[in-house]
């Protein structure tokens, strides 16, 4: 992927490295869009009457454990002679998907009245796999032509009963299959279980059973281009909008009182303090030092931990300008509903092509600290956000391998997710790094700092480190905690989200409630006379994600009903990853917001 060798460039310019960064995005970002859309055999969609359309079955899994999924043809389906396995894009193997030739033929515009799949046996262990799937809800999932097939396999009868030794247990076998189409297009596909066709699974015994479907066709006026539109406005049903706007509201309202409250706050104690500074040494002599003002010999001393203080804002540098461009390509519209893998293969190519990024960022902030070891910084940026992803990704995999889950990556994807990181982010994380040491840029600090530091008084508890990050986390919280139940729907269920222009507002307004309530309390740190503002603002910054975490365990016990070891670990898991890839994303947001302010308020005094 890197055609030039890059250590000639790196000495040229800083205009030269930005360009080679532009052209690696440009680049990444026209291969995504090749390779996010999936398409189905059939390229252009147009059929002729009688011709084969491709249906393949997906996967099979308890409803409520989504991350919980198995091979179709891991519960004893009727199987075709010959199973034909679809090749799949890197984000569809991610995202679990493992697509084979159905069982069913739906030729273009042929009707199928009862017409017989396979009759077969089921022995007594294939009666129990059956009856426990039934009493976990399983569901299965099919594509025909690129469109989306749901179902549940079976239902349980419980007729007002409580013990559950006395439920009944039917699996459906006959499926009817409704279709729309217009001209030589398939518009619309729904797949119905014929509740008069069960076969008995409450006993332990073997039972004769008759696979069947059905095929119906009816003709409709909307267009091709609009198919998948259906899937859209499921999550733009007013009374969602309502609840969608009512979150916007409640987090205007949040930013507006907390802007005029810092702002008329902050404006009104720091022109007091710009006069009172401003006044002659004598009368500056005379008075007991206290204040901000007194502390500006040491409020630009470089933070302990300088390496990886540089490291965290690198990474979370990167995931800021991942997050962007996710949203950037979410509101052009590529990540529509059941584009099967295009949001993993979106998050992988694009981390991968923002490493230089987090180098060049670490580097050159650490060199302005002043550090000498760059190369472990480098190493150090490379692994903070990857290496737990990595750990927790072994552990995950792992148990999902121990289930037979689809969730288990296999062999050739994680040997194509190690080449990608081979050979593409970490040598661009090098040549942002090298880029980084070369820019010879200099920490600008308007007051110049003491050899000696000055002793940071004794405060109040309410003043230390944990009691601040539960204050400065709170306020952006409750400004996405609506938002946030749909998110988790979405992700850690089946409800569709599309509504990507409202979430990009909320994490506009999530941005700014950080950057303002960490100036405030960076500001309310220095006006106490503690000059140790670095790390605090970082961890202020990022709070947020120690809060989101605490949603998580709100969300599992009372909000869904997900249950089972490989569901928990997963969920958790993950989500721990997500929640500290937002801490360190915040926390650099929160920092940036800070050193400015801090520089800000440093050069309107005369500092000695």
Request: aromatic share 16%.
């Amino acid at each position: 992927m890197i055609s030039t060798s890059p250590f000639p460039s790196l000495s040229s310019s800083k205009m030269k490295n930005t360009g080679n960064c532009r052209t690696f995005l440009i680049l990444g970002v026209v291969f995504l869009c090749c390779l996010s859309h999936v398409r189905s055999d059939a390229s252009d969609h147009r059929y002729n009457e009688g011709d084969p359309v491709p249906l393949y079955s997906n996967k099979v899994g308890p409803f409520h454990n989504p991350s919980e999924t198995y091979r179709y043809f891991d519960l004893p389906f009727c199987s075709p002679d010959h199973v034909k396995e679809k090749k799949e894009a890197l984000g569809e193997v991610l995202n679990g998907d493992r697509l084979v030739s159905a069982p069913y033929k739906l030729n273009f515009r042929e009707e199928k009245d009862s017409s017989v799949v396979c009759k077969k046996k089921l022995s007594k262990d294939e009666v129990e796999v059956f009856r426990k799937a039934v009493d976990k809800d399983y569901y299965f999932q099919m594509y025909y032509d690129d469109l989306p097939i749901w179902g549940f396999i079976g239902k349980v009868y419980k007729e007002g009963k409580t013990d559950p030794s006395e439920y009944k247990y039917f699996l459906y076998k006959h499926i009817q299959f409704d279709v729309l189409y217009n001209k030589d297009r398939i518009i619309e596909i729904s797949a119905r279980m014929d509740p008069h066709s069960l076969v008995d699974l409450t006993e332990d015994k073997e039972v004769d059973a008759e696979f069947m479907y059905s095929v119906k066709w009816k003709e409709t006026d909307t267009p091709f281009e609009k198919r998948m539109e259906k899937y859209s406005m499921s999550s733009s049903l007013p009374h969602h909008l309502e609840i969608h706007w009512f979150s916007i509201i409640n987090s205007c309202v949040t930013v507006l009182l907390l802007t005029g409250f810092l702002a008329t706050i902050l404006m009104r104690v720091l022109k007091n303090d710009f006069i009172k500074y401003g006044q002659d040494e004598e009368a500056a002599d005379d008075r007991e030092e206290t204040g901000w003002k007194y502390i500006h010999g040491d409020v630009f001393r470089f933070p302990k931990c300088k390496s990886l203080f540089a490291a965290a804002l690198g990474s979370g540098t990167q995931l800021f300008t991942l997050t962007v461009f996710i949203f950037t390509l979410a509101l052009v519209g590529v990540f529509y509903p059941y584009n099967r893998g295009a949001l993993f293969t979106a998050l992988v190519v694009i981390y991968a092509l923002t490493s230089g990024i987090a180098g060049y960022t670490a580097t050159s902030f650490y060199c302005q600290l002043e550090g000498k070891n760059w190369v472990r910084n480098l190493l150090l940026t490379g692994c903070l956000f990857c290496g737990p992803l990595f750990l927790t990704f072994c552990f995950l995999n792992t148990v999902a391998i121990a289930y037979s889950a689809t969730a288990a990556l296999p062999f050739g994807t994680i040997v194509v997710i190690v080449l990608i990181w081979t050979l593409v982010t970490s040598p661009l994380l090098v040549l942002g790094g090298i880029a980084g040491k070369n820019s010879k840029a200099e920490f600008q600090a308007p007051c110049r700092t003491t050899k000696y530091p000055r002793e940071v008084p004794q405060l109040p508890w309410y003043r230390s480190a944990i009691p601040q990050m539960a204050m400065a986390g709170f306020l952006p919280f409750s400004a996405i905690y609506i938002e946030l139940y749909y998110i988790f729907a979405s992700v850690w269920g089946h409800r569709i989200y599309t509504i990507y222009s409202i979430l990009f507002i909320v994490f506009i307004i999530l941005l700014i409630v950080t950057a303002f309530i960490t100036v405030a309390l960076t500001y309310f740190q220095l006006a106490a006379e503690d000059h140790e503002w670095w790390w605090r603002s970082f961890l202020c910054g990022g709070s947020t994600g120690l809060f989101i975490y605490a949603y998580c365990l709100y969300y599992y016990y009372a909000r869904s009903d997900m249950s089972g070891f490989m569901q928990t670990s997963f969920f958790f898991g993950y989500m721990a990853c997500i929640c500290y890839g937002f801490f360190l994303m915040l926390g650099t947001v929160g920092f940036r917001a800070s050193l400015l302010f801090v520089r800000h308020i440093y050069k309107s005094i005369k500092c000695e």
